[in-house]
Every structure is written in structure tokens, then in C-alpha cells.
């Protein structure tokens, strides 16, 4: 059998500061209004992707988290499709004889996720913008993949860069406009920390698509929302990420989270994703900033309870410290911080008078301390591949 071309790419997840919430078109994914996000730092939740082609291989076919999954997925023959155009395009532009030869090779494709599912972060960004990028090496695709992870999911656009990246979302119905650009590199605001509160386990929310799709047929503050908020306050977040303005850009962040959760309760019937936890969460946020009359940290809130609070490097540890006051964990703290180490540190009375909130046991399960980090890339070392030589999933997934 001849050796199967294989290549491995890891992928970051994104947390969007303007939301993304309406589509114009379901099919091509167009959103209803532009949206900016945060790239990950992949050392702390990443997606890792192996795909290898061969002659020998009788069908296309996907393995996520270690399950083989149905490869008919419309969103999945978008990205398929999409890639193998742009390939079929370039080897007619007269590039290598090899690629088109590999052109009509079928696929194996293995996924995973580092991240549990019930941090309830976006798995389908990270996914789908891992299989761009992996599937744009194999078939040695160049250029602007970002249109091709959009029609996977909208919000994966916005994981095919690193640090701070717009989704514009264009005019053309075609969706040759509606592309992810980087605003800002990874480098560009080292201070920046990111920290994700897992929300002890609830039942299953309301997934995005559907979700959204609701919002568009029936909140009237949704397009009021995307005609009328957005434009404005995407100029201000881009203005607030340059200059490195906190409290700009905390506030906006803030304010949007919270206009995104209002057009789901004007949705009809309503979406609740808040629950008890995140609201005690968004009191605390804003008690802390009162307290030293500065906005030290913002939340935003996805399709799901769980907090992400962005905030500054020198506040990371105290405020740890106030959650785990506020939100005292099962175990005695060993295993409540995963990812970047933080300092401890002892929560001053004062701080804890001036929040004086009845504190919730249990309502956090952990935390994930993490940073801004850079887009996806390529894994050179092939005992990373997922997919063994003769391209079969590993026997130890
Ligand atoms: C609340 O990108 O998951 O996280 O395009 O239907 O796949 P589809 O939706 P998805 O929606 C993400 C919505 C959000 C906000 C955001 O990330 O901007």
C-alpha cells in the first residue's frame, strides 16, 4: 500500500468581546452584523486535526474526539468542497503535478479536542477552523481560508488568526466579502489574561445556530441591535484594542455580552443561557470594579453559563481568590485553577465587605487561566499525527 500524505494542525478557540448573532444566509453563513474576538492561547485549549490522503483510501471519513462521525454533514461538504476547488483552481494554474494527482484521493480525517466539552466553549470554532487549515496544507492551498472556516461555522472565520481579529461581514451575497481579519497580533498586548469559570454542569442550552435563527425571525431588538449598535461599537473596540484602553475596552465588552443575552430574552419564546451562577458572576464583576473605582475586569457570557473574564495580568490573583471566596469549590482548591500558574494570595477583608455577596458553593466547578495566543499551525513532528502510517485512527484515542 503506498504510504498515505499526512499532515497534523492544531487550532486555537476564540472568545468574541462583539457578538456574533443573526445570519443573513444560512447557507454561505453571512452574519446580520461584524463581530471582534480574542484568539486563545493554544498551550491551555487548542483542537488538534490529522488528515492524510491516499490512493488506497475507499471514501472520505471523519473520527471526532474518537468516535467516527457522519462525513455527509452539510457544514463538513462545505469546507470538503471549498478546499478541493481552490486546489483543483491552483493545479489548473499550473502548480505541482502532485497535488492534482491527489486531487481525486480521498480522505481520513481525525480530530480532537483538549478541552472538556462542558467548559461549554465553541468546539465547532476551533474545529472547523483546524480542518480548514489542515486540509488547505494537504492539498497545498494558500490565501484566504478564513471564507471557507466561516461556512463551517460562522465564528470559526475568527480562529484562523491569532490575537485580536474582526469578522467583517460584507455586503456581497456571494460572501466573497465576509472574511476574518487580525486587528492586532498575539504580541501586541502581553498584560492581557483571560480566565475561563467553569459553570458547574446544567442541562444542555440551546445551540447557536438554531438559537439564532430564532432571534432574526422574531426580536426586533436583534436589528436594532446589528443596524444600529454594532457598526459604532466595533469602531470603538478596534480603537480601545490599539491603544490598549482597559476600561474601554472592558466596558464595551460588558455591555455587549449583556445586549446579546437581551436580544435572547426579546427572542420568542425567550433563550435564557444565564443562569444563577453567571448572574452572581456579572455582580461580582461589577461590585470589584466599584470597589477600586476603576474597570478592572469585564465578563462576557456565549450561548451557555459560563463566565470568561477578561483582565489584567497584575489582578489575576486576587480576583482568583475572590471567586473561590465567593464560589467555594468542592475540593480544598488543589484543582480549581488549570493552565497559566497563579500566585496566591490572601483576599482582604475590605474586598470582601465591599462585595458582600452570599457566597455559592460548588457553582464553580474550575477555572482556566489562559492568555492571547497566536493562530493555527502546523505540527512537524509526526508522532503528533492522530492518524497512524497506514492512516487509520491510533489505536490509543
Ligand atoms: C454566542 O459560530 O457557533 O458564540 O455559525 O451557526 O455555527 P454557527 O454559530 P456559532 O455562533 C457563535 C455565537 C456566539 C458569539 C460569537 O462567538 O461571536
Known amino acids: 500500500m503506498e504510504k498515505p500524505n499526512t499532515v497534523t494542525c492544531t487550532a486555537p478557540v476564540n472568545i468574541a468581546v462583539i457578538k456574533y448573532w443573526g445570519k443573513r444566509n444560512e447557507e454561505l453563513i453571512l452574519p446580520i452584523n461584524s463581530s471582534l474576538s480574542v484568539t486563545l492561547h493554544q498551550d491551555q485549549l487548542k483542537t488538534t486535526t ?17 468516535k467516527e462521525e457522519d462525513i455527509t454533514h452539510p457544514r463538513l461538504q462545505s469546507c470538503l468542497r471549498e478546499i478541493r476547488r481552490l486546489a483543483r483552481k491552483r493545479s489548473k494554474d499550473g502548480d505541482r503535478a502532485s497535488d492534482s494527482m491527489r486531487l481525486s484521493h480521498k480522505v481520513h480525517i481525525c480530530s480532537v479536542n483538549d478541552f472538556p466539552t462542558a467548559a461549554g466553549l465553541a468546539s465547532s470554532a476551533a474545529g472547523f477552523a483546524c480542518l480548514v487549515y489542515t486540509l488547505a496544507q494537504v492539498f497545498g492551498v494558500e490565501g484566504e481560508l478564513s471564507e471557507i ?8 472565520c475568527r480562529s484562523m488568526y491569532g490575537g485580536f481579529v474582526q469578522w467583517i461581514m460584507g455586503e456581497e451575497d456571494n460572501g466573497k466579502d465576509s472574511l476574518a481579519q487580525q486587528v492586532a497580533p498575539e504580541t501586541h498586548w502581553p498584560e492581557l489574561r483571560v480566565l475561563v469559570l467553569v459553570a458547574s454542569a446544567e442541562r444542555k442550552p440551546v445551540g447557536s445556530t438554531s438559537g439564532m435563527q430564532t432571534s432574526v425571525q422574531t426580536s426586533r431588538l436583534l436589528k436594532h441591535r446589528a443596524e444600529s449598535v454594532v457598526p459604532g461599537r466595533m469602531e470603538e473596540m478596534i480603537e480601545a484594542v490599539q491603544r490598549k484602553d482597559f476600561a474601554a475596552f472592558a466596558d464595551l465588552t460588558m455591555k455587549d455580552s449583556n445586549q446579546f443575552h437581551a436580544t435572547c430574552l426579546d427572542t420568542y419564546p425567550p433563550i435564557f443561557y444565564l443562569n444563577s451562577v453567571s448572574q452572581q458572576v456579572i455582580n461580582l464583576v461589577h461590585r470589584y470594579n466599584r470597589h477600586y473605582k476603576e474597570t478592572r475586569l469585564a465578563y462576557t457570557f456565549d450561548a451557555g453559563p459560563n463566565a470568561v473574564i477578561y483582565t489584567l495580568q ?3 490573583p486576587e480576583f482568583v481568590q475572590t471567586v473561590q471566596h465567593f464560589f467555594p469549590p468542592e475540593t480544598n482548591g488543589g484543582e480549581f485553577v ?6 496566591q494570595v490572601a483576599l482582604s477583608e475590605e474586598l470582601r465587605q465591599a462585595i458582600g455577596l452570599e457566597p455559592l458553593p460548588k457553582g464553580i466547578s474550575y477555572v482556566i487561566s489562559t492568555k492571547v495566543g497566536p493562530g493555527p499551525c502546523v505540527l512537524e513532528d509526526p508522532t503528533q499525527h492522530l492518524l497512524g502510517s497506514d492512516g487509520w485512527p491510533k489505536k490509543t484515542l
Open 338 to 343: 488549570k493552565g497559566l500558574p497563579i500566585e
Open 149 to 156: 472556516a466561516r461556512q463551517g461555522s460562522g465564528s470559526a
Open 314 to 316: 497584575q489582578h489575576v
Open 50 to 66: 490529522t488528515v492524510a490522503t491516499s490512493r488506497s483510501f475507499q471514501e472520505d471519513r471523519i473520527w471526532l474526539n474518537g
